[in-house]
């Protein structure tokens, strides 16, 4: 227990370090987190459209979970990208996108059909049914999804460390240097820094969810299971 | 001279004496591989099954047993998901190191952390499993004169199977990628040689084997898993065909 208060003490002695480590870890969570939302939304949410691809959409999140994320970032080490920001941010992507694209591509294709002809019926063009129905009505699931890969992506981005990356797992890597009350305020850091993500993103989803949808699917669809897969 | 470059060049074995290959560091020699799978890679990759293994019997057996009770009262539902939901959010590298000045570098930290893992997604699709089962069959299980006991045992819990081993193989995968991390606390498993690479210099070869058993591995798992849950649960196959 002993290591825990030195740890505090660590935290307030060196709160510069910490502080500046822990914005290097956002800065590598935003890069892979967005470019991985901007890859993986408009396919599921197309493929969901259009109803097609669904094997494909569905079974890369299973995929995607049987990455090791470490693995992951050892094959891109052993590639032309080497040691640096990029190969963590490649990686960051590719454990990423999976949960994503699945959730969008499941939220779209099971909007109601009948909500859809309604929509159909009264004028809407393939674009308005799409952003005014579809979307509005899927978006807990979205979230979900969002909510899920950021998860994913935080609890990755201290492992950079290991690929030349910046953050607060570099003090985790150099238990030499900070020694292990280093270490466990790092630690610390970094679970503080998964509860504030993940409870920005449970706000996130619970907002975005339509007023009249509310209290229905939001309930059950948690983190961990974001699709269960039977 | 020549031992200056070698001193500026990345640290790799057998500098030096190994083959053309292992010097240039070029992207996989298949020759060392060979050459060190007894010692590298071959028990390394028993540790990583033994690790997982061990995770998955524990955690199966805790969340099937609150599982029950929060089938039968819904109050422990809560409860079980708000503790396992906070271990589940921590992430991996954080977790094994706050644990250590509690249980040390021994294998027992790694299992917690792993099995603390699997609790949420394992209790999660037990419990889903069990309350799809359709009312109407409950009532006529116990229609026919089953117990209680007997409707869980024969009706119920064969009919949550598929979602029960579909938490099953989430977990078994998120503990295969899990536990390459937890190299990093004890030195067993398919993470070790990783991260024996990575201080070397980034050996390729030994980070290409490495990553790749033990993404084959989450894949294996995954493909065994779904093969076992076809073979348990036939009606379900009959349905669909």
């Given at each position: 227990m002993n290591d825990f208060t030195n740890a505090f003490k660590f935290i307030g002695d060196n709160s510069q370090l910490l502080w500046d480590s822990a914005l290097q870890t956002l800065k590598l969570f935003a890069a892979g987190f967005s470019i991985a939302v901007v890859i993986a939304l408009p396919i599921g949410i197309v493929l969901g459209h259009l109803h097609k691809a669904g094997f494909l959409a569905i079974n890369v999140s299973n995929i995607g979970r049987a990455l090791p994320s470490l693995a992951v970032i050892a094959v891109l080490l052993a590639?032309?990208?080497?040691?640096g920001f990029w190969t963590v941010t490649v990686a960051l992507v590719i454990l990423a996108v999976p949960v994503i694209l699945t959730n969008a591509y499941v939220g779209i294709d099971e909007v109601d059909r009948e909500l859809v002809e309604a929509a159909r019926g009264m004028g809407m063009t393939a674009w308005q049914i799409l952003t005014r129905v579809e979307v509005p009505v899927a978006l807990p699931l979205i979230f979900a999804g969002l909510r899920t890969a950021a998860l994913y992506v935080m609890a990755t981005t201290p492992l950079a460390a290991f690929a030349g990356g910046e953050g607060l797992g570099n003090i985790i890597a150099n238990q030499a240097s900070y020694k292990i009350e280093g270490v466990i305020a790092a630690s610390l850091i970094i679970a503080a820094l998964a509860f504030l993500v993940d409870g920005i993103f449970a706000l996130l989803q619970r907002f975005a969810t339509p007023r009249a949808l509310r209290g229905r699917r939001g309930q059950d669809?948690?983190?961990?299971?974001?699709v269960v897969t039977t | 001279m020549i031992a200056l470059i070698a001193q500026a060049g990345p640290v790799i074995p057998?500098?030096?004496?190994?083959s053309s290959c292992v010097r240039n560091n070029d992207t996989f020699c298949w020759d060392w591989f060979k050459d060190n799978w007894d010692t590298a890679f071959g028990p390394r990759l028993v540790e990583h099954i033994e690790l997982t293994l061990i995770a998955i019997g524990i955690g199966c057996a805790i969340a099937f047993a609150c599982a029950l009770l929060a089938y039968r009262?819904?109050?422990?539902?809560l409860p079980f998901v708000s503790v396992s939901a906070f271990f589940y959010t921590i992430p991996s590298l954080a977790l094994f190191q706050l644990l250590v000045p509690i249980s040390g570098l021994t294998r027992l930290t790694v299992e917690i952390a792993l099995v603390s893992y699997t609790l949420l997604i394992l209790f999660r699709n037990m419990l889903i499993g069990l309350r799809g089962v359709p009312d109407d069959v409950r009532e006529a299980a116990r229609g026919m004169g089953l117990t209680r006991r007997q409707s869980l045992l024969r009706v119920e819990l064969p009919l949550a199977l598929p979602a029960i081993l579909a938490g099953v193989q989430i977990a078994t995968v998120t503990v295969i990628s899990l536990a390459t991390v937890a190299a990093f606390v004890?030195?067993?498993?398919?993470?070790s040689p990783i991260f024996d690479a990575i201080n070397r210099g980034t050996f390729k070869t030994e980070l290409i084997a490495a990553a790749v058993l033990a993404i084959g591995l989450g894949f294996i798992a995954y493909a065994l898993i779904a093969l076992l849950q076809r073979l348990l649960t036939p009606w379900a196959r009959a349905r669909n065909a």
């Open positions: 590639t032309p990208l080497g040691i669809i948690a983190k961990g299971s974001a | 057998d500098f030096g004496t190994g009262f819904s109050r422990v539902e004890v030195d067993e498993g398919l993470g």
